[in-house]
T-cell receptor, first 112, second 109 residues
């Protein structure tokens, strides 16, 4: 069966541009998470979706970051007016509530 | 103080040796994930546990709720076990993960 997929796998953008990252979770997984890992650093939580509940946005670093998810399907993470410090690997994970999370391969974002 | 603390930060072992990685966590964390991140960056969830012990192949994870401590053991280590192992806590309120700093394991042949 298919795992979590993310696109693009790599993205290079110029400072100030907007970027959109996509996550396709495993079918049937009600929970979807976005994390970020900057070079040489640990993982950081960004946002969590659970079914139709209001998302937990407590990890979003600024109002330039937003994410959407329609129902239990695809999610998009949007970064507006990108800055160099936004360069990182953005990881998506999905799972069933209170169960193991399955990680996607990540999107490597480089802001020049 | 971080909510999830791991030790050691780095560990080098000879092939075949027994490896232990430790994780301490704070109040409010109800369960732990152990994750493996290979040099290419991909992350695999090894275990999720809230009590007792779990075993999968040569990997064993234990958790002591009273002491708020978990360990990941690798028996008969192999060079392909070389990776970063990350302990992540799940808060009782909500499911987001709080990550430890990771333990970089190198197993030499």
């Amino acid at each position: 069966g298919a795992g979590v997929s993310q696109s693009p796998s790599n993205k290079v953008t110029e400072k100030g541009k907007d970027v959109e990252l996509r996550c396709d979770p495993i079918s049937g997984h009600t929970a979807l998470y976005w994390y970020r890992q900057r070079l040489g650093q640990g993982l950081e939580f960004l946002i969590y979706f659970q079914g139709n509940s209001a998302p937990d946005k407590s990890g979003l670093p600024s109002d330039r970051f937003s994410a959407e998810r329609t129902g239990e399907s695809v999610s998009t993470l949007t970064i507006q007016r990108t800055q160099q410090e936004d360069s990182a690997v953005y990881l998506c994970a999905s799972g069933r509530q209170q169960e193991t999370q399955y990680f996607g391969p990540g999107t490597r974002l480089l802001v020049l | 103080k971080n909510e999830v603390e791991q030790s050691p930060q780095n560990l080098t072992a000879q092939e075949g040796e027994f490896i232990t990685i430790n994780c301490s966590y704070s109040v409010g964390i109800s369960a732990l994930h152990w994750l493996q991140q290979h040099p290419g960056g991909g992350i695999v969830s090894l275990f999720m546990l809230s009590s007792g012990k779990k075993k999968h192949g040569r990997l064993i994870a234990t958790i002591n709720i009273q002491e708020k401590h978990s360990s990941l053991h690798i028996t008969a280590s192999h060079p392909r076990d070389s990776a970063v192992y990350i302990c992540a806590g799940i808060k009782a309120a909500g499911n987001k993960l709080t990550f430890g700093g990771g333990t970089r394991v190198l197993v030499k042949p």
